[in-house]
């Protein structure tokens, strides 16, 4: 047990690559209750386009499991504008709403206009245009099933973000981003070395990472856009186990330069001094900024590893955990009510805690999980675990009732970081 909390503590490149990888895709294989029923109609030109709107509306609802998704295809005719809406045929097909559009192209652009509307009442629910290069009409439709997520279930938005994971394929690793669906997988990073622990800043402009690149662990900082890369923690000895601060300003990581595993601060954009804020001489690791400001860790300081909150100025820590002889890697929600993490019960799972009552759910069924990480909303969450002998990703929705695992991959895919919502 104590072997696999030392491996957290050993971080991971370094060609630069813009091409397109395979993508991942989910399967939901496990559904929540109630779920609401929509219909969603063909839009107007969308067989014109190379870049779908209703498929990616349909598989983002559905993969939330929130949703039965009903085919408004063989309406008759296919609606494009409310006053062609049957509203008699839409409650007959057991919908309770319809999502109905048009594509309009334009040169480089489309212009992708729909409406969200209300069989009961005849109502517009929702009533929504956008213009954007054709390349990101998906993001638009991640935006509109965000939308219909928020108008219906009361839920923010979790589909217009992105994912980070790491891919090892023989001895090739590769740091890759894609939408949170999966689509559009592009290996930012490249190495014969190790890569761990990638982590997104809190505007999901720049990823932090440790790299083995130099034959040690060293947190590296990496701006999405601009493609600038640095050190951020290349300290003597193990750098590791990045985490940004709420405003991005800073890292948390884990440093060996003096007793044993400590966390320091460090500001994001290299080039400063470190801050120890642990005082124990045990092994403090995973550091994570919650929402308010603290920090959440991993700590042997009690006998075995738990989970501890303090302060990010440092003094006496809080220990959160007591259920279980291993509990790390947690992780608190956006909303800070829920902590993540995983428990050692008869193998390895995911877990949440509710941070109020203190009541622990374990969610996961599989033996060897590992690394979860919340979507922007706390709704899902997505993890590492094994499939056919290989390092997979899988996710669960918070309350358990919600199941979602990989469809299609290539290669060991491990450390998944969800981030935040695209602006």
Do not use: C
């Amino acid at each position: 047990m104590l072997s696999r909390f030392t491996r957290l503590l050993a971080s991971a490149l370094l060609v630069a690559s813009a091409a397109a990888h395979a993508d991942i895709s989910f399967d939901v294989v496990g559904v929540g209750a109630n779920q609401y029923p929509i219909a969603i109609a063909p839009f107007q030109n969308e067989v014109q386009q190379t870049q779908p709107v209703t498929p990616v509306i349909h598989d983002d609802l559905a993969r939330s499991g929130l949703f039965k998704v009903i085919n408004g295809g063989d309406l008759s005719p296919v609606p494009y504008q409310p006053e062609q809406v049957s509203f008699p045929a839409v409650t007959a097909k057991g919908a309770q709403t319809i999502l109905i559009g048009k594509v309009t192209p334009n040169g480089n652009q489309v212009t992708v206009r729909v409406w969200l509307l209300d069989a009961a009442t005849r109502s517009s629910l929702i009533s929504y245009e956008e213009t954007v290069p054709v390349a990101s009409t998906r993001r638009v439709a991640h935006k509109i099933a965000d939308m219909i997520l928020q108008k219906v279930a009361g839920i923010s938005g979790m589909f217009n973000s992105r994912i980070a994971y790491v891919v090892k394929t023989g001895k090739r690793y590769e740091l890759q981003v894609a939408d949170a669906d999966g689509y559009g997988a592009q290996a930012i990073l490249v190495s014969n070395q190790p890569i761990m622990s990638p982590k997104w800043s809190p505007d999901g402009g720049k990823l932090a990472y440790v790299s083995f690149e130099k034959q040690k662990p060293i947190v590296y900082v990496q701006d999405l856009i601009g493609g600038r890369r640095w050190e951020a923690a290349s300290f003597k000895g193990s750098n590791s186990a990045p985490a940004w601060s709420t405003d991005g300003s800073k890292l948390a990581v884990t440093l060996t330069r003096e007793s044993g595993s400590q966390i320091f601060l460090v500001p994001s954009g290299g080039g400063g001094g470190s801050q120890r804020i642990s005082s124990s001489g045990d092994i403090n690791t995973e550091p994570f900024y919650a929402p308010d400001g603290n920090i959440i860790f991993t700590s042997d300081r009690g006998g075995s590893p738990q989970i501890y909150r303090m302060s990010a100025s440092g003094g006496n820590a809080e220990r959160l955990t007591f259920q279980g002889g291993y509990n790390a890697s947690g992780k608190l929600s956006p909303d800070g009510k829920t902590l993540v993490f995983i428990t050692q019960t008869s193998g390895f799972h995911v877990a949440v805690m509710d941070m109020a009552t203190r009541q622990v759910q374990v969610l996961t069924d599989s033996n060897r999980d590992d690394s979860p990480t919340f979507a922007p909303n706390g709704r899902m969450v997505l993890y590492e675990t094994q499939a056919g002998g290989r390092g997979a990703l899988a996710a669960v929705s918070s309350d358990g009732r919600v199941k979602v695992r990989l469809k299609a991959q290539t290669g060991d895919v491990r450390q998944p970081a969800w981030g935040p919502l695209l602006k």
